[in-house]
């Protein structure tokens, strides 16, 4: 790999809109020079398509491309893609904005109606803040109602989860959350989407994941992961008694 000491140069080349799947494309330059070998890697924010390959190594000429798949049932929705590489010690990315989707059959393949009793249960959460770690104990709301009807079947206008944390004089709040992809299993419940951060640590959109795996005797364990463009984070593992409220289960079922 040869590369003068001048700025390089990422560029990226993504449709404004991407069904499924498509091909980006791009070069690196320094100095106005090609750069072969490099290797590219590939992000999006929210964390919902997949690269093939990733990383990708540079041609003679500066350009590479890989292809980009959006899962089944991913609704429309507006995705930041990155592309980092780092030549003679100089890291350089680049960002584009897009808008993918990919339609299918099972935009609510379960529903479900979580949460936990009381409104509140102890836990302690991993928090990343400008670069700098730190842990936090306190309490935890956790809600989430995804496709959820009481008739044997699913609405998928019912579309809501929210996260809010307390500890001392900090809060950390997720609302508005909005799904990207549900699933169900027998004994679990999953929603990936983002919501707008609130409190006094973070503000701004975040990719959230919120899992629960359903335990005897009216409890559960909550494992949530939170992340921005901006690698700012948030995680929590605990357990705690449920919702009386509280259903998991397939479209043709009734609480």
């Known amino acids: 790999m040869v590369c003068s000491e001048d700025a390089c140069v990422l560029t ?21 020079d090609p750069v072969s070998g490099a290797d590219i890697s590939f992000s999006s924010f929210p964390n919902i398509v997949t690269f093939s390959p990733n990383p990708v190594v540079s041609l003679a000429n500066g350009t590479f491309s890989t292809t980009v798949t959006v899962p089944e049932n991913t609704p429309f929705t507006s995705v930041l893609i990155t592309a980092t590489t780092t030549v003679n010690g100089q890291t350089v990315s680049t960002h584009v904005g897009t808008n993918v989707e990919c339609p299918g059959p099972d935009e609510c393949p379960c529903k479900f109606r ?68 549900i699933d169900c299993t027998a004994n679990t419940a999953r929603v990936h989407g983002t919501a707008m951060a609130s409190g006094n640590l973070f503000s701004g959109i975040f990719d959230v994941e919120i899992i629960l795996t359903l335990l005897p005797g009216d409890t559960g364990t909550w494992q949530i992961n939170a992340s921005d463009l901006f690698g700012n984070t948030f995680t929590t593992t605990f357990t705690a008694t449920l919702n009386p409220l509280t259903f998991v289960g397939d479209c043709n079922q009734q609480p």
């Open 12 to 32: 990226l080349e993504v449709p404004a809109n991407i069904s499924c799947e498509a091909t980006i494309t791009g070069s690196i330059f320094c100095g106005g």
């Open 114 to 181: 979580i949460g936990i009793q009381g409104n509140s249960a102890p836990t302690t959460v991993n928090i990343t803040q400008q670069g700098v770690p730190s842990t936090l104990a306190g309490t935890i709301n956790v809600t989430a109602v995804q496709c959820f009807i009481t008739a044997p079947m699913c609405n998928p206008a019912v579309d809501n989860f929210n996260i809010t944390f307390g500890s001392g004089g900090t809060t950390i709040n997720f609302i508005q959350g909005r799904r990207i992809h």
